[in-house]
Every structure is written in structure tokens, then in C-alpha cells.
């Protein structure tokens, strides 16, 4: 049972914005700690997409995320087909890392 | 360019145990925590350890605690996972990752290396 709260499926139309959300409680996102996001395609290790509200060197500016309170929240504009994957959220604080079950999104 | 490889994997039978390494390159290994996050079969994604840049501090998820341990050697550049006691729920890719500094994320993954427990 995953402490982090993520919508099991989202999908959308290629050039649509989705938002992936990610729920915790105040002992994990509403407290002190680092929020992430992560893709994985299918076979693939994951990739870190969203730390904070920033992005790591070389993902594309269609993904950015915002924290607020006990929830988290990815969003992905712009949509392309190769965004379809599974998006994770996690929460660290240092001694222990929660990661969300995890979404599934469907470029149709 | 930073690289993590996995390896040790494989087929194990239940109350077993086997070792699991990580070679790291590209990086002052030193510099930074790691950890060991699993997914077993068509699942998600599930952590299991980390370990301070120094190795002064680990923390391991409730479903390995006492029975997995977490280690470094920095002058190798490598981390291990120790997994002792194996039980079929432990079947999954295991991988190691970097943690870059603050704010903390990982930021690099290794490749995964497959532990399936069975008899």
C-alpha cells in the first residue's frame, strides 16, 4: 500500500495538457521533504523528470510540477506520444523515500 | 558520463541469500547517497535502502528491515545489497541509483539487475 495517492490512469490527445496528482498526508508531503517525479517506459529504468518545481538538464520544458500543502501535482503539456509511459511521485526526507503507485499515462 | 551497472543477480530459492553489486563511474562517488529501489514483475515502483555519501547512515523500507543490509566501498566505487532470508515477494529488478544533492532526487539509474526467488 503506497503512502502517496496517484490516479492509476490518465490519458489525452497529442497537443492536450494533463495533470497527474499525487496525494500524501503532513507527515510525508506536508512536512519537510523533496518531491520528485519520475517516467518509466516499459523495460526502461526510470528517468527523473520533475525535482521540486525544476527540471533536470535536457527534459523538456512541457513537464513541470507544483507542490502545495499534502499533495503534489505533474503536469505535461503540449502532449507527444512519447510521453506515454508511468509517471511516479516520490517524497524523501532523508530517511526514508515514499513513491506513489504510480500512473499510467495513454497518448490516444 | 555517470554509469551505474548492476550485477548479481539471478535465480535464488527461498531462505537464501545473494549479494547485489553497483559500479559507479562518471562521478565522485563519494560526494553522494544511494539508494536500491526494486519493481517486481508488473508492478510499481518500491524502495529499499539508502545510504549516506559516508556510509554513518542507513535506512531501509519495513518490508527488508533485519533482513537486507545496504553497503559502500568507496575506494572501489561500488554499493552493495546484501539480501538475506530471500522470499518470493523479493522477485524483482533491482536498481541502484544516485542521489543528487540538495535538493535530494534521483538522479541517475542503473540499468537493474533481475532476483527471482523460487524453489
Known amino acids: 500500500q503506497s503512502a502517496l495517492t496517484q490516479p492509476a490512469s490518465v490519458s489525452g490527445s497529442p497537443g492536450q495538457s494533463i495533470t497527474i496528482s499525487c496525494a500524501g498526508a503532513s507527515s510525508d508531503l506536508g512536512s519537510y521533504s523533496y518531491v520528485s517525479w519520475y517516467q518509466q517506459h516499459p523495460g526502461k529504468a526510470p528517468k527523473l523528470m520533475i525535482y521540486e518545481s525544476n527540471r533536470p538538464s535536457g527534459v523538456s520544458h512541457r513537464f513541470s510540477g507544483t507542490k502545495s500543502g499534502n499533495a503534489a501535482s505533474l503536469t505535461i503539456s503540449g502532449l507527444q506520444p512519447e510521453d506515454e509511459a508511468h509517471y511516479y511521485c516520490t517524497s524523501y526526507t532523508g530517511s526514508r523515500l515514499l513513491i506513489g503507485g504510480g500512473t499510467k499515462l495513454t497518448v490516444l | 558520463q555517470v554509469q551505474l551497472v548492476e550485477s548479481g543477480g539471478g535465480v535464488v530459492q527461498p531462505g537464501r541469500s545473494l549479494r547485489l553489486s553497483c559500479a559507479a563511474s562518471g562521478f565522485t562517488f563519494s560526494s553522494h547517497g544511494m539508494h536500491w529501489v526494486r519493481q517486481a514483475p508488473g508492478k510499481g515502483l518500491e524502495w529499499v535502502a539508502v545510504?549516506?555519501?559516508?556510509?554513518?547512515?542507513?535506512y531501509y523500507a519495513d518490508s527488508v528491515k533485519g533482513r537486507f543490509t545496504i553497503s559502500r566501498d568507496n575506494s572501489k566505487n561500488t554499493l552493495h545489497l546484501q539480501m538475506n532470508s530471500l522470499r518470493a515477494e523479493d522477485t524483482a529488478v533491482y536498481y541502484c541509483?544516485?542521489?543528487?544533492?540538495?535538493?535530494?532526487?534521483?538522479?541517475?539509474w542503473g540499468q537493474g539487475t533481475l532476483v527471482t526467488v523460487s524453489s
Open positions: 541509483a544516485r542521489e543528487g544533492n540538495l535538493p535530494p532526487r534521483l538522479d541517475y
Open positions: 545510504i549516506w555519501y559516508d556510509g554513518s547512515y542507513k
